[in-house]
Nanobody, 126 residues
Framework: QLQLVESGGGLVQPGRSLILSCEAS????????IGWFRQAPGKEREGVSC????????YYSDSVKGRFTISRDNAKNTVYLQMHSLQPEDTAVYYC???????????????????WGKGTRVTVSS
């Protein structure tokens, strides 16, 4: 069973940046899609960004497009989420997930994953 461990969250001021990491216990290439999701207090979980394992294709939600960048290091079985120009509305617990068969848009839009990490909290506040 794949295990995913997120790290890099914390408290940051508006306008600043953070980089989240998601380290997998197995080969990420075995999974069609890897994604980052978030859940803010009182809200449903939403897809933030997903990356396709086969060719590195990416998908972003409208709320983060242009500010966040997803990337992967297959040798380290790690996926990253670079977050820039953070705003208070980005405050949430961020999760990564892996899905064996999917399109990255479906994975993100429907918050679908076969395996999930436990999350890392990001708080954007002055």
């Amino acid at each position: 069973q794949l295990q995913l461990v997120e790290s890099g969250g914390g408290l940051v001021q508006p306008g600043r940046s953070l980089i989240l990491s998601c380290e997998a216990s197995g080969l990420l290439l075995d999974y069609a899609g890897i994604g980052w999701f978030r859940q803010a207090p009182g809200k449903e979980r939403e897809g933030v960004s997903c990356i396709r394992s086969s060719d590195g294709g990416t998908y972003y939600s409208d709320s983060v497009k242009g500010r966040f960048t997803i990337s992967r290091d297959n040798a380290k079985n790690t996926v990253y989420l670079q977050m820039h120009s953070l705003q208070p509305e980005d405050t949430a617990v961020y999760y990564c997930a892996a899905r064996r068969v999917t399109t990255i848009q479906a994975m993100c839009d429907l918050s679908r994953g076969d395996y999930w990490g436990k999350g890392t909290r990001v708080t954007v506040s002055s």
